[in-house]
Structure formats: C-alpha cells, structure tokens
C-alpha cells in the first residue's frame, strides 16, 4: 500500500487533481456566467486576479481602528485577507455586470466579446500599476511539506488538501445554493426562460447581477487558493491568463451549460497537465488541451455534458 | 472639389478594380514621396505601423465580413514573422517578395488547420479557442527549438537598400537613415498591394457572401451560401494577412522573438481594429498609424505627467489606455473612428442631399 500511494502516477494523479480544483474552479464561474447571460467573460481570471491582490496586499498589515477612544489594532492574518480577496471578488462582480455587461445585453455578440477583453488588459495593467508586477509569494497557515510513508514521499500537504477542501466547499454551497433555496430557483428560472419569470415576478435584471456576483465570487476563491500555493504560482498580474485558458477548454469540453461538467472536466484538465509535465513537457499542456478541445468539438460541438441544442434553418 | 468627388464616383461604377487600382497606386505614390521628408526614427515607426496594418486589415476582413473574432491573430503574425526569420537566416540572398508570399503562405496553412475546427464554433467559442491558440505560441516555438532557437531572438540578416535610393537620400547605403526609408518604402508598398486585394475581396461575390453570413445565418443558407466553407475561408484570409504582416514585422524589426507574439499583442490588435472602425479598410490604416505613433503619445504624456516609464504605472500605461479604449469604443462608439466619420457624413448626405453638378444648374 506504501510504495502504491508513493509510486510515480499515483503522486501526479494527487498533484493534478490539487492543481486542477483552481482549473474546475474557475470553469465553473464561466458556467454560471454563460448560463446566467450568455456572455464568456474572459476577464473571468483577471477580475479574481484583481480580488486575490485587493485582499492579500493586506498580509501582515495592521489596521487601527478608533473606537470611542479604545484603540483597535486588527492584524490581518491569512484568512482576514482571504475574507476580503472574496468579498472583493464578489464586489468586483456586481459593479462589473451594472456598468459594464448591463449595456451589451442585446448587442451583437461580438460587443460583449471585445469589452470583456478589453477589461481583461485593463485589469492585468492596473494591476501591474498598483502593486507592480513582481512575484508576491503568499504564506498560508497550512505546512507545504509533503507528508512521509516508510522514507518515501507521498505528493501530498497539508495545504494541499486545504486548497482541495475549499474547492469541495464552494462547490457544494453552490450546488445547495442553485438546488434548494428560493433564490437559487429564482436564478435558474430567469436564465432558462427569462420572460416567462418576468412575468411571475422574479426580478431577472437582478439575478443577472447575483449571477455575475456568485460567479466572481468563486473566480476569486480560485486564484486565491492557486496564490496560496507557496512558489509555484506567486501573485502576479498574468497569473490567471493559463489556469482560464486550460478552464475556458475544459468548461467547452464539459459543455458551457453543465455546472458539474466544467468541474470535472477541470480536475480532469489539472491531472492531464501534471501527467504531461511530469512525463513529457510543460510546453505541450496547452497544446494537448487545444488539441482536445478541437477533437471533442468535432464529434460533439455541444460538448460532452450538455444537451443537444438544434441550431438549423 | 465635388466636381472630382462625382467624377470619382462615377468611375468608381463604371470600373470598380482598375479604379481602386488608380487610387491604390496614386495613395501609394504620395506615401512613398512622403517618406522621403521624414526623419529616420518616423520612418522606422510607419514601417512598423504598416506591418500592423496588414495584420489589421486581415483581422478587419474577418471580423467586419464573416462576423467573427480571433485573439489568436498575435500568434499568426508570430508564424509568419518566424517563417520569414527561419528562412531568412538560411537563404540571405532570396528576393524580399519570395520571402514575403512565403510568409503570408505559412499563415493561410496553419489558418487552414486552426480554422477547419473553428467552422464548427461559434463567437464566444471561438474567441476562446483563438485565446487558448495565442498563449499556446510561446510553448509551441519551444517545442520547435532546433529551428526556432526556443525562447532567444533569432537575428535576421540586415536588409541592404539599392544604391539608386542611397544616392537619392545622399547618404551611404549602410546609414539608419537609407535604410530606414527603405523599410518604410517596402512596407508602404506590400500595404498597398495588401489593401487593394482587401477591397477587392471585400467587394467580391465572396466578400458579399460573407457580410450576408454576419447579418443573417439563416438567410445566407437560404440563399446557398455554405456557412462552414465562409467562415473558414475567411478565418485562412485572416491567417495568411497575418503572417504577411508579422514577416514584414520581422524583416522591419530585424529579429523574431516569441514573446513579442503573446496574448497581449492579439488583444492590442483587436483594439486597434474596433479603435479604427470594425470593418471599414480604412479603420486598419487608422489602426496602423495609432500603434506607429502610440508610444511617442505614451512618451509624451509621461513626460508631462512626470510619471517614470519603469514605474509600476509607466510601465502598464499602454494596457490602461488599450484596454480603457476597447471598452470605451464599444460602449460609446462601436463604429470606431472610420465608422463615425462614415456615418456622419451619411447623415450630413440625408439632411442636405447634395444634388449633381447638372441639377443644381436647375432653377427651382
């Protein structure tokens, strides 16, 4: 059992699934994008970007507040700024739909495409404006030493399974969130048929906007655990351009309607890249994920968790 | 004025291409006469406008035609600028314009091979494909090192200026100026000729086919056209202005490099595009000459400002102001500026309808 769960394929099977949770992460918050208002919002790793510095630029700062004269002096620690890279995140998403996104709805699809890109630039350049473009390594509560079996290592830490655990947790909250409350029915019924809601009473103008809150919610949760990741993935401007490439293949590959298909296809992707990395070479990750994309987009178009949508005359 | 304008006009019916033809040449001429009062460094900045606006112009056609849009016209210029380096390197001597269709052929190819699968996407979809495309170039001349020299600068062998020019200038054949001129001259005259056969395009039974395919999916099955076959046609026209763009880029440049040709690059040709105006031709000279000067203006407002080109905000002045423009021009004015000017003298036409030369002889 020792040398199985220390054996080669077994230690990048782990790796790859811990890289790819930021990869299903953020595929995910295009699903809910894409499913809330049809646009793919390509500055879905930049406005999380965005969020992770607004939030972690704050590690080790001390705030002193006054209260009636008793002074308060806040440290912020890991999860005070991780509170506030996600409340960012959140922010961030509701003022983008309402200024940004609200006057495309309508316009040709070519509208959204290009001011989501343009975003994207401005992003990563205010950024690199603000906090510069060095490398910010972020220390996290949780060891980034790999655990022992019998003098072998096992590809897995404590921060590891941190970074797995909050993955499962924001899934699961958004799965019982779209499941089994009333808004989470309020936001499925306005993005399937958005008049028919209008009409019983559901303010589809603002599920839209709760739609792009979730959505850069759980963007803002990925880069935050791909940044808490020690010196592999340090917080710098371009940080998220990769991980939403490699999500944006897998959300196409799951199909841009399936939640749960862009999740997998995520974790799948992550496993893929660690695979080729470990035995071939970094280099080919995206062309093997581009190439995927072509292949499955040959033989099923909608992808392969979605339905069958007929586009003919 | 008018008595030309409607002269023009009227040709203009009569003989569309040896009209567009006439002009291509008349407009070429003047710019190359115009290179010869330049300074060097402004010659050297058309030259790398001119290139960009080929690029444009085949972005424009794809956009502005068949309706679609690629992040990936970076990486096309990346191709066609390391064909011509590759090439150039092993065979010094090979006359500029066979290097030159070799590029613009290498582009249409790997067009062609993205662009087969890309018949099957649709605006979003294939947006992200091109994404995924342009940050793949960087690991893709990797993976190709022993030609590409992986992640180095491959030095191209210096472009010599014929005598007749350097006697013109009064300046030896080897000096910045000579050759800088030349550059701007070679690139002002593959411009033109790329620009000609764009209009052409534009106004072919293909183009027309096209623009149907952009405005209406399902009339233009009706009406016969194979939307598969227009779509790919137009991504491979794109791809191959695209590394007839980027191999000028290089022989102006004097090297290839991969990360000049990263996703930054294809975002900033898209902002030119939609800057000069989404499918109007002259939008992408526009575009051209906006990137050709754009880091003079940038210099200028650094310098005005105060703010250092190494700090954080001097460094990523030019994506605020790219990205701050792309979202503007959209927002605000999606014809871009070509498109503007079009429309406002349209609406000039509707309100006072400028009647001709023989009716206004007309007593009312």
Redesign the interface.
């Given at each position: 059992m020792d040398a199985f769960l220390t054996s080669r394929p077994i230690g990048d099977l782990l790796s790859g699934i811990v890289g790819g949770t930021v990869i299903g992460l953020v595929a995910l918050s295009l699903v809910l994008i894409w499913r809330a208002t049809h646009i793919l919002n390509f500055a879905q790793g930049a406005m999380a970007m965005f969020a992770t510095y607004i939030g972690m630029t704050r590690l080790q700062h001390r705030l002193t507040v006054n209260v009636i004269g008793i002074h308060f002096t806040v440290h912020f620690n890991y999860w005070w700024c991780v509170a506030i890279s996600i409340l960012a995140g959140l922010a961030i998403g509701g003022i983008t739909e309402r200024v940004l996104v609200r006057p495309l709805y309508g316009k040709p699809e070519i509208n959204p495409i290009v001011v989501m890109v343009g975003y994207l630039a401005l992003l990563e350049a205010l950024a690199g404006a603000i906090w510069g473009t060095i490398p910010i390594t972020i220390q996290t509560p949780f060891s980034f030493i790999d655990w022992q079996l019998g003098g072998k290592t096992v590809l897995l830490s404590p921060n590891d399974v941190y970074r797995v655990v909050a993955t499962l947790v924001v899934a699961i909250v958004i799965a019982l969130l779209f499941r089994f409350t009333n808004l989470g029915l309020q936001l499925r019924a306005s993005a399937v048929a958005p008049e028919v809601s209008r009409l019983l009473g559901v303010r589809v103008g603002r599920m839209l906007t709760i739609g792009w809150i979730l959505a850069s919610g759980v963007g803002a949760v990925a880069a935050v655990i791909l940044t808490s990741s020690s010196f592999q993935q340090p917080l710098q401007p371009p940080v998220m351009e990769a991980p939403f490439a490699i999500a944006f293949i897998a959300a196409a590959i799951g199909g841009l309607e399936s939640p749960t298909g862009a999740l997998v296809a995520g974790i799948a992707f992550g496993v893929m890249e660690q695979f080729v990395t470990d035995y071939l070479n970094s280099n080919y990750v995206l062309l093997i994920a581009l190439g995927a994309l072509i292949l499955v987009l040959m033989i099923r178009p909608q992808g392969l968790f979605s339905k069958r949508v007929v586009r003919r005359v | 004025m008018s008595t030309f304008f409607f002269a023009v006009s009227d040709l203009r019916r009569a003989h569309p291409v040896l009209t567009r033809a006439t002009l291509t040449v008349l407009f070429t001429s003047i710019a190359l006469v115009i290179t010869y009062f330049l300074d060097s460094v402004t010659n050297f900045n058309l030259a790398t406008g001119a290139a960009y606006a080929v690029v444009i112009l085949g972005l424009s056609f794809l956009?502005g035609a068949s309706?679609q849009?690629s992040?990936g016209n970076g990486a096309f210029m990346g191709i066609g600028a390391y064909a011509v380096a590759i090439w150039s390197v092993h065979h010094a001597t090979t006359p500029i314009v066979a290097t030159l269709a070799l590029a613009t052929a290498v582009g249409a190819g790997v067009g062609l091979l993205i662009g087969l699968?890309a018949t099957?996407?649709?605006?979003?979809?294939l947006?992200?494909?091109t994404?995924?495309?342009a940050?793949?170039f960087e690991?893709?001349v990797?993976?190709f090192g022993t030609w590409t020299n992986g992640d180095a600068p491959i030095q191209t062998p210096l472009l010599s200026p014929p005598g007749w020019l350097a006697s013109l200038v009064g300046q030896p054949t080897s000096s910045l100026t000579t050759t800088n001129m030349w550059l701007a001259d070679i690139s002002i005259v593959v411009t033109g000729i790329a620009f000609f056969f764009m209009a052409n395009l534009f106004r072919s039974r293909t183009g027309r086919a096209m623009r149907l395919v952009r405005e209406n999916e399902?009339a233009a099955?009706?009406a016969g056209v194979s939307l598969p076959r227009a779509r790919v046609v137009a991504f491979m026209v794109s791809a191959a202005y695209a590394g007839l763009g980027g191999g000028l880029f290089t022989l102006v440049q004097g090297s290839a490099q991969s990360s000049t040709f990263n996703?930054?690059l294809s975002?900033t040709l898209?902002?030119l595009l939609?800057i000069g105006g989404?499918g109007t031709l002259s939008g992408a000279l526009i575009g051209g000459l906006v990137i050709a000067y754009s880091q003079n203006w940038i210099n200028w407002l650094e310098a005005q400002t105060g703010v250092s080109s190494t700090s954080?905000?001097g460094?990523?002045?030019?994506?605020?102001i790219?990205?701050?423009?792309?979202?503007l021009v959209?927002?605000l004015a999606?014809l871009g500026i070509a498109g503007t000017i079009r429309f406002v003298i349209l609406q000039q036409f509707k309100k006072h309808p400028i009647s001709r030369p023989s009716q206004t002889a007309d007593p009312q």
């Open positions: - | 956009t309706g849009v992040l699968p099957r996407l649709r605006g979003p979809y947006a992200g494909m994404i995924a495309f940050l793949a690991p893709l990797s993976v399902v099955e009706l996703l930054a975002i898209l902002s939609v989404i954080g905000l460094g990523n002045l030019k994506g605020i790219f990205g701050l423009a792309l979202i959209m927002l999606p």
